[in-house]
């Protein structure tokens, strides 16, 4: 790692050009949605199984996916109904709308989840945050444990980046929410080289979103800056091309 509080100057440089609306002024992919009220069981689920198959894909055509299905078929983010729901009918929804794009393993993504949704938290996502607490420590240490039931939400990046967007787009308060670490996908990683966490040949390596995560972590132990809270801004960052200069 670079010099620490050479790093630490240029993200707070960074932090303020974001607030300043100057790393793009994009929004994030989630902000497509169908604005349900963020404090209802329907808003969680809907911010929790399109999450599930963000990978390796465009984030954003994912979630224009998710809101026309859900404006035409709401049915399919209410995990009673998918348990009741034939497969093929399930399925040709998903891939009719472009949600699932992997026709035979992607449904079964969906469906296990809305199983898990029904049989452990008597069909609300919610009680999954409130039987732990509402510590993401809790959750994340319960879904590591309980991995297939929620495929591809248990990975570490796709776990932290689910809880950042609760956070953000529903009514959930965490107690410990800086044990949300960073979720590095390409664009955290790059912005990360480019800032001198990490080196562009570390990025190389199998172990490289730990990694990342780590430092990040350790650099802003003490500053007052969760390390979720950096995640957006480098992420526009890193998407415009790192136009603005630090």
């Given amino acids: 790692m670079d010099n620490e509080n050479d790093v630490l100057e240029r993200l707070e440089k960074l932090l ?3 607030k300043n609306g100057l790393l ?3 929004k994030m992919p989630e902000h497509e949605n169908p604005n349900l009220p963020i404090s209802s069981q329907e808003n969680y689920m809907y911010f929790t199984l399109p999450m599930s198959l963000n990978y390796q894909r465009n984030s954003y055509a994912l979630w224009e996916c998710a809101n026309k299905m859900y404006r035409d078929c709401p049915q399919v983010f209410c995990s009673k109904s998918v348990c009741k729901m034939g497969t093929e009918e399930l399925k040709n929804i998903l891939v009719s709308y472009k949600v699932a794009l992997q026709p035979n393993k992607q449904p079964v993504i969906w469906r296990t989840l809305c199983g ?3 049989q452990d938290f008597d069909g609300d996502i919610r009680n999954l945050f409130s039987k732990m607490n509402f510590k993401v420590a809790e959750i994340k240490s319960h879904i590591q444990n309980n991995k297939k ?7 570490n990046k796709i776990c932290n980046y689910w809880l950042y967007v609760i956070e953000q787009y529903t009514d959930m308060k965490f107690s410990d929410r800086e044990n949300i670490t960073i979720a590095p996908d390409t664009h955290i990683i790059q912005a990360s080289v480019r800032l001198g966490i990490i080196t562009s040949e570390e990025t190389e390596k199998s172990n490289v979103q730990t990694i990342t995560a780590e430092r990040w972590k350790r650099l802003l132990n003490g500053t007052g800056i969760a390390p979720i809270d950096i995640h957006t801004p480098l992420w526009l960052w890193s998407r415009n091309k790192f136009e603005f200069i630090v």
Avoid: N, R
Avoid at 149 to 155: D, I, R, S, T, V
């Fill in 116 to 118: 898990t949704v029904e």
């Fill in 149 to 155: 039931k929620f495929p591809y939400l248990g990975g």
């Fill in 24 to 26: 793009g002024g994009e």
């Fill in 16 to 18: 303020t050009a974001y």
